[in-house]
């Protein structure tokens, strides 16, 4: 009902403006390119509660069934056999804001589902199950396998449906309760994503981003909005209307043309009929702006957030260049319509952190070499690490993030933290545990130093964010000893020039 709400304003709108757009040919045509004759690979990297490892999707075509293979370990009772549960849900994982319950679904939204059978027993019927229901359509997790192969007849990893960029929840069964566990996103692989970000800012109004991610060579576009309407300050419930429009000013709601793409509407023989045959599961006949008939309206709660997660096959097929200098609009789904607000779509440029640190004395020589690279919020953080430890008067013990050297660990505020004995001592005991356990300064499982005198490593990690209030600049990185002693401290400073560094670490330019 909220799509069909959304034609009429939107049609009036459409009609009220002259044709004053460029769509490229490639975008009329809508032809999708080689995107669904290729070997297409996907996947979850999973660091948290002690659970670490990847999940791999895997598709040859586009009707062919999917391969899963799931490589984790670090389960609770690993000793005991005990199956977990796990879940594609609508939205990502925000690594940037790593809010205190991470993999809830109050963060992540429920089960994907866009056959609408979350509420239907598939207990006899596993087809019946949501799309996003892994444990129902392929089966659990079992705790005793570092390794396990599924098929997934029914999964497209292309298309309006895909899986790709939402999230993976592992739940643990505790006291007949569902607890999420673990959390990581869908993420491609070996393909270089450019990612805008078109950021509200009224304290009145919107607050709040929506994220285009761009896959190089691909027509697939993955949109991720996550808002807030505060109309007056106050949280307003009801359905707008997002849409990419046209202006002489990007971000500027008083320099609006019509909506991108409309040109080539109009060069429909048909105008009208291209229209009316526009959803979600038909995006061709969509104008290419128009955002709600492609993805579904923002409808805001009670607490007045929005929230939208869509694959668009339209957009990739634009040229970068023509999508900067739109406009990101958002107006109410009533009459008469009126845009609340606008916002300019930006480059997401990667962030990458340095670590240079030393000490020569008699008693002690050390050298530490730390390179932090993150291409994007959604993104895992890389770690290039160089140590070298020649002389020690205690053997170094793990890396440690701090404020500043003489504070407490570096983390999220209300954390509550728990080692990895008492995580499995805790769940065995049927204790509810959400989000991740582990301090964000506690590079112990992160980063380790495996006690050598020369070590040269990449890691990968999920909770180093570069990004947001919790990123890691500008704090200060310990070298710790056994006795939790300080036997060096330096600080962590932004790269210059981190966009320089995504070849050497994402494989590609």
């Not at 660091?47 to 999940?55: A, C, L, Q, R, S």
């Not at 070499?369 to 890389?382: G, S, V």
């Not at 991740?436 to 112990?444: A, H, K, M, R, S």
Request: some cysteine; overall charge positive.
């Amino acid at each position: 009902m909220a799509r069909k709400a959304a034609v009429l304003p939107l049609l009036a709108v459409l009609l009220s403006f002259a044709a004053h757009s460029w769509t490229p040919a490639a975008a009329q045509k809508l032809s999708v390119g080689n995107d669904y004759q290729l070997v297409y690979s996907v996947a979850a990297y999973f660091e948290m509660n002690g659970i670490k490892g990847t999940v791999t999707i895997t598709q040859d075509g586009l009707y062919n069934p999917a391969a899963i293979t799931a490589r984790l370990s670090g389960f609770p009772r690993k000793n005991v056999l005990q199956s977990y549960d796990w879940v594609i849900h609508e939205y990502p994982v925000r690594y940037s804001l790593l809010r205190d319950f991470p993999c809830s679904d109050a963060e992540l939204g429920h089960v994907f589902d866009p056959l609408d059978q979350r509420n239907v027993d598939c207990t006899n019927d596993t087809s019946k199950c949501a799309v996003g229901d892994l444990g129902g359509r392929v089966g659990y997790l079992l705790s005793n396998l570092s390794v396990q192969t599924f098929q997934y007849p029914g999964l497209q990893l292309r298309g309006p449906f895909s899986p790709v960029g939402r999230s993976i929840v592992i739940y643990s069964k505790q006291a007949n309760i569902s607890v999420p566990l673990a959390c990581a996103n869908i993420e491609r692989q070996g393909l270089k994503i450019v990612t805008l970000r078109a950021s509200f800012q009224h304290p009145s109004r919107i607050q709040g981003d929506v994220f285009f991610r761009f896959v190089d060579g691909r027509s697939e576009v993955t949109i991720f909005a996550d808002l807030y309407r505060l109309d007056g300050g106050q949280p307003n419930q009801g359905e707008n209307i997002w849409t990419l429009r046209e202006s002489i000013q990007p971000g500027v709601c008083n320099t609006l043309y019509e909506l991108y793409g409309t040109s080539a509407a109009y060069a429909n023989t048909d105008f009208y009929q291209y229209l009316q045959n526009c959803n979600r599961t038909n995006p061709r006949s969509c104008i290419i702006g128009d955002l709600s008939s492609k993805c579904s309206n923002l409808t805001s709660d009670s607490k007045g957030r929005m929230r939208a997660f869509c694959t668009d096959a339209q957009l990739g097929l634009v040229p970068l260049s023509s999508i900067l200098p739109l406009t990101l609009t958002i107006q109410n789904n009533s009459a008469p319509p009126f845009i609340l607000d606008c916002a300019a779509l930006k480059v997401v440029s990667p962030e990458a952190a340095v670590v240079l640190g030393s000490t020569n004395s008699p008693k002690s020589q050390i050298f530490v070499n730390l390179l932090f690279f993150q291409a994007d919020p959604f993104e895992r953080t890389f770690v290039r690490s160089y140590y070298y430890y020649k002389r020690t008067p205690k053997p170094i013990s793990y890396l440690e993030i701090r404020d500043n050297v003489n504070s407490g660990v570096f983390a999220r505020n209300n954390q509550i933290f728990l080692t990895s004995p008492q995580i499995t001592q805790k769940l065995a005991s049927s204790a509810i545990i959400t989000g991740d356990q582990v301090p964000i300064g506690n590079l112990e499982f992160k980063v380790p130093t495996k006690g050598k005198d020369l070590y040269r490593s990449t890691d990968v990690t999920l909770w180093l964010p570069l990004y947001g209030t919790y990123n890691i600049t500008n704090h200060i990185l310990v070298v710790k000893d056994t006795s939790n002693g300080v036997l060096l401290s330096a600080p962590i400073q932004r790269y210059n020039n981190p966009t320089s560094l995504y070849p050497s670490f994402m494989g590609y330019n």
